[in-house]
């Protein structure tokens, strides 16, 4: 499976972007996905994550209320809805598939991965 993940830019801290993530073939749709990013410096971090039929969500303490995940199995992709953002969240962000339909917060659970994409939050 090859994703592409697409959708980041600059933005001004407060605004908003609405990353992509598209998957090569319909297996996408039997397992959960996540989001993770990676700032300069910093270890890559669990961000959110979705079952593989959307029914369920979940989201890192320090994204909930402005991040929203979702998917669209007739595309294979899947869309992470940012709102509100900070400069610390300046990051790669990345989408990966999970090894089961439930994702996990842990990137050890995660079998592919695509390139990611750059998120700049100016203040």
């Known amino acids: 499976v090859q994703l592409q993940a697409s959708g980041g830019g600059l933005v001004q801290a407060g605004g908003s972007l609405r990353l992509s993530c598209t998957a090569s073939?319909?297996?996408?749709?039997?397992?959960?996905v996540g989001w993770f990013r990676q700032a300069p410096g910093k270890e890559r971090e669990f961000v959110a994550a979705i079952t593989w039929n959307g029914g369920n969500t979940y989201y890192a303490d320090s994204v909930k209320g402005r991040f929203t995940i979702s998917r669209d199995n007739g595309k294979n992709t899947v869309y992470l809805q940012m709102n509100s953002l900070k400069p610390d969240e300046a990051a790669v962000y990345y989408c990966?598939?999970?090894?089961?339909?439930?994702?996990?917060?842990?990137?050890?659970?995660?079998?592919?991965w695509g390139q990611g994409t750059l998120v700049t939050v100016s203040s």
């Open positions: 990966a598939v999970a090894l089961r339909a439930v994702p996990s917060i842990h990137e050890t659970e995660y079998r592919y």
């Open positions: 073939r319909r297996t996408f749709s039997n397992n959960g």
